[in-house]
């Protein structure tokens, strides 16, 4: 991630949020995981993704995240948000 040669001479922390709207009402009433969304899932969704790629903007990570996840999770709505320790050890 990153734009210089030095950003991308090695793998970068990120912080990514995930914020999706969806329809939990079949699984409020029925207490099963099947009815919503698996949490853990996206996460591990999220750090597979990332393995073996690579992104010059956030605001393409951005893009590709949230389309992969639109995609596979259909949410009514959906934010993303990748936060980039610029400062090194931060």
Same mark, same amino acid.
């Given at each position: =991630?990153g +734009? %210089? #040669?030095q950003?991308?001479a090695?793998?970068?922390?990120?912080l990514v949020t995930? #914020?999706m709207? +969806? #329809?939990f009402s079949? $699984?409020? +009433?029925?207490d099963r995981?099947?009815? %919503?969304i698996? *949490?853990?899932e996206i !996460?591990? #969704?999220?750090?597979?993704?990332?393995?073996g790629r690579?992104?010059?903007l956030?605001e393409?990570l +951005? $893009?590709?995240? !949230?389309?992969?996840? =639109?995609a596979r *999770?259909?949410p009514l !709505?959906?934010?993303?948000?990748v936060k980039?320790?610029s400062?090194?050890? $931060?």
């Amino acid at each position: =991630m990153g +734009v %210089t #040669d030095q950003e991308r001479a090695e793998p970068q922390r990120l912080l990514v949020t995930v #914020d999706m709207n +969806v #329809d939990f009402s079949s $699984a409020s +009433v029925s207490d099963r995981i099947e009815k %919503t969304i698996n *949490y853990q899932e996206i !996460a591990d #969704d999220l750090l597979k993704y990332g393995q073996g790629r690579s992104w010059k903007l956030l605001e393409k990570l +951005v $893009a590709n995240i !949230a389309d992969s996840i =639109m995609a596979r *999770y259909k949410p009514l !709505a959906l934010l993303v948000e990748v936060k980039k320790f610029s400062i090194p050890k $931060a």
